[in-house]
């Protein structure tokens, strides 16, 4: 079974960026873990990040015709304002987990509203790095059951 992880803006800098909000693993040592998990679990994963909303767009306009079953995605700031990356996710009618690393229901006003969380199978925050891990349980079971 095909998952795709899908990253946004600035998860690239985990590790680095604002440890005290986002802990110290990085986004390779995440992948790693999760990678790891996935194959105990027999499904299999593609990772993308970028830091540009259209090529988040793209991959998931791509997923369906890769044979991707299903999309865990950390939308990073686009989750609280990319109506796009919304539309794309509902458009791929692929069942998709929202992760987000902080609570964001704990931190500033805008963060506290996700544009995908209503069209999502799932939504995990404030569990950091291993929402990851929850996040991939939650839709596999999902797409088992």
Do not use: W
């Not at 692929?94 to 509203?113: A, M, Q």
């Not at 069209?119 to 925050?125: D, L, M, R, T, Y």
Request: aromatic share 6%; glycine share 14%; net charge negative.
């Amino acid at each position: 079974m095909k998952i795709l992880v899908i990253n946004g803006p600035n998860l690239n800098m985990l590790g680095a960026r604002e440890p005290e909000i986002y802990g110290s693993t990085s986004l390779s040592q995440i992948e790693s873990n999760l990678g790891r998990l996935a194959g105990e679990l027999g499904a299999e994963l593609e990772f993308f990040q970028s830091n540009h909303e259209g090529a988040l767009i793209d991959r998931i306009q791509e997923a369906k015709g890769a044979s991707v079953r299903g999309i865990l995605i950390n939308p990073g700031g686009f989750g609280h304002s990319s109506v796009a990356l919304r539309d794309s996710l509902s458009l791929s009618g692929l069942p998709f987990v929202e992760v987000h690393i902080s609570n964001i229901h704990s931190r500033e006003d805008f963060r506290k509203r996700s544009l995908l969380s209503d069209i999502a199978s799932g939504v995990i925050f404030g569990f950091g790095a291993c929402g990851y891990e929850l996040g991939l349980r939650g839709l596999l079971a999902r797409l088992s059951g």
